[in-house]
């Protein structure tokens, strides 16, 4: 990682880039700024000689993980090799993304071509996943720099391996045959150095973690499976006699066997081309991360040089480990079963990957394999809003009575029925639904397809003894009452706790840049003093404009009136912001905008 402390990481260059603690971009365009200290590398325009920043460093193949944060309406970009750009602009809510806004592959330019046809090669994101000015998002780039001969002759192109922004991947393969305009260099390299824009606009990063990798790779070679007949547990490989032997040149099993009961030992030369600490990554695809207990189906082992590296235990399928290697040849064994099939884990794929010291993440010996004949099975929103029902994964927990709602304008959000907690937003296209219906849809869930803020997935309503009491994680007798449909398609959701009626709204605003949640309470009787929990997370912090930026400028919360929210500490050490409800002839209302 940059320490970014100071700028002693990068080429020298000019007064608009410096480091700082903390940096404010309106959400509006305002007046930003920023704070004295280190950690974040923020570029602000000058009257004159704005420059770009290049880093010391130079890289090859390589793996670019940071955040950044963009003012409204800003511009600017990443290079790598100072050639090939990752386009970075505030393309918050825009409907439909160009090569020119945040996570596209900037255009190619040619002035001889055509005219109106001069720029060409340029990529859209799939999907626009942006967040709001002032708020970090992240981008995480995989990157293979183009190749050479012995005379200097490119032999292969530049290609963007993967792109994601917000954990949502906007870019895949995409070749890129030369240096994109504007770029720094003209020509093309093995090497170069990671180049930021500086002359377009404001542009602040942070978390600048990169790994830099050679052409060098490791190779599996002379293989050969040895498979067996009742293998039940990983210890019986030791005395089991083997059905025969084969050559293989792909990890998988090719002996003859049913889909779902074989047992192999695979061996092969491991070939490493430098000296280092090796780390290794086994799926064994037929055993599924959930596995019920007392149905383990399958396990592995990896050794390497006769030392046990990786083991798949069977409570899942993945595992990973290290071993530190010498340069050259080694041995490998790998040996794994399966005894019986669950039918929701119909793959029988054995995936091993290998990263080190100057080598890219690889996965070895890959078969070919045919596409899914499934496609993705996804809902659509197009002039009103759609919902869908279904199991949704919140904070590693799946939650079992949720409905997603998705909003025109790209807008979505996701409910928990039985309990009235909001448990997601997310910005792009809507809801995934092929685990649903796929095979027998055992797992019911749907994905969501966008870039998710998990919330604090707690009752958003309760009655408090004070403002310092302690947040409930249930409320007793808490009943959904059931939703009716408004003119647009969004439901209304009806809710009862002890003495209250509760009826829930989301609407959108500002072409879906907010996301509006309203309560409407109504007593049976006196009201007790309820309280609504309106955020929770590691830092909340009122803004100069008057929102609460909450997680660590992942998302605001803006309220519209003369409302006095709280800001107090969990039990949890994090943040919680609370409203308390105003009364009026027993009924109360809370209102407040998730904007992100």
């Not at 900037?106 to 090669?121: F, L």
């Not at 942070?206 to 039940?232: A, C, F, P, Q």
Request: charged share 25%; glycine share 10%; aromatic share 10%.
């Amino acid at each position: 990682m940059l320490p970014l402390e100071n700028l002693s990481e990068f080429q020298p260059t000019s007064s608009n880039w410096q480091i700082v603690q903390e940096v404010f971009y309106d959400l509006n365009g305002g007046k930003s700024k920023s704070t004295n200290g280190t950690g974040i590398l923020l570029n602000t325009l000058m009257k004159e000689d704005n420059q770009a920043i290049r880093s010391s460093f130079e890289h090859g193949d390589i793996e670019l993980d940071l955040d950044f944060m963009m003012p409204k309406g800003s511009n600017s970009g990443i290079y790598l090799q100072g050639r090939y750009e990752i386009q970075l602009f505030d393309s918050w809510a825009k409907q439909d993304p160009t090569y020119a806004d945040a996570g596209a592959i900037y255009q190619r330019w040619d002035a001889g071509r055509e005219k109106g046809r001069e720029g060409y090669e340029g990529r859209p994101p799939l999907v626009n996943v942006s967040r709001a000015p002032g708020l970090w998002q992240s981008l995480r780039i995989v990157f293979r720099a183009p190749r050479f001969d012995a005379s200097g002759n490119k032999v292969s192109n530049a290609k963007f391996i993967s792109v994601h922004q917000n954990g949502v991947l906007v870019q895949k393969n995409i070749e890129v045959t030369g240096p994109t305009q504007a770029a720094f260099f003209e020509d093309e390299q093995a090497v170069g150095p990671l180049v930021i824009q500086g002359d377009h606009g404001g542009v602040a990063l942070r978390n600048i973690r990169y790994k830099s990798y050679g052409s060098e790779e490791v190779t599996l070679k002379d293989m050969k499976l040895t498979y067996y007949d009742s293998i039940k547990t990983i210890n019986d490989f030791a005395k089991a006699n083997p059905r025969g032997t084969m050559a293989i040149d792909v990890l998988a099993h090719l002996a003859p066997a049913t889909r779902n009961e074989f047992s192999g030992t695979v061996v092969g030369t491991l070939t490493v081309p430098s000296a280092g600490e090796y780390f290794f990554d086994l799926d064994l695809a037929w055993v599924p991360d959930d596995t019920p207990p007392g149905r383990i189906n399958g396990a592995g082992k990896l050794y390497i040089d006769e030392k046990e590296v990786v083991y798949v235990d069977g409570v899942t399928g993945k595992a990973n480990g290290s071993i530190q290697l010498t340069s050259g040849v080694h041995q490998i064994k790998l040996n794994y079963f399966k005894t019986f099939g669950h039918w929701y884990a119909p793959s029988n794929d054995i995936t091993l990957i290998v990263e080190g010291k100057g080598v890219a993440k690889t996965a070895l010996n890959v078969p070919l394999r045919a596409d899914d004949p499934v496609g993705q099975i996804a809902v659509k929103v197009k002039d009103k809003a759609e919902m869908q029902r279904g199991f949704i994964m919140h904070q590693g927990e799946k939650r079992t009575h949720t409905m997603a709602v998705g909003e025109p304008g790209g807008a979505n959000y996701a409910i928990d029925l039985s309990s009235g907690e909001l448990l997601s937003v997310w910005r792009g296209d809507f809801v995934e639904t092929t685990p649903m219906w796929y095979g027998r849809g055992e797992t019911q869930l749907m994905l969501p397809l966008g870039n998710v803020i998990e919330l604090a997935g707690k009752p958003s309503l309760s009655v408090l003894a004070s403002k310092d009491a302690v947040w409930p994680e249930e409320i007793e007798d808490f009943t959904y009452e059931g939703y009716k449909l408004k003119k647009g398609g969004a439901p209304i959701i009806d809710y009862k706790m002890p003495g209250v009626r509760i009826s829930e709204t989301f609407d959108t605003r500002d072409s879906g840049k907010k996301l509006v949640h309203t309560l409407n309470l109504t007593a049976d009787g006196d009201p007790q003093q309820i309280y609504c929990l309106v955020a929770q997370g590691s830092t909340i912090d009122k803004l100069p404009n008057g929102l609460y930026a909450i997680d660590d400028k992942s998302y605001y919360i803006e309220f519209g009136g003369k409302e006095a929210p709280i800001v107090r500490d969990s039990a949890d050490g994090s943040k919680e912001l609370i409203l308390p409800v105003k009364w009026k002839d027993r009924t109360g209302v809370v209102t407040y905008s998730i904007v992100w």
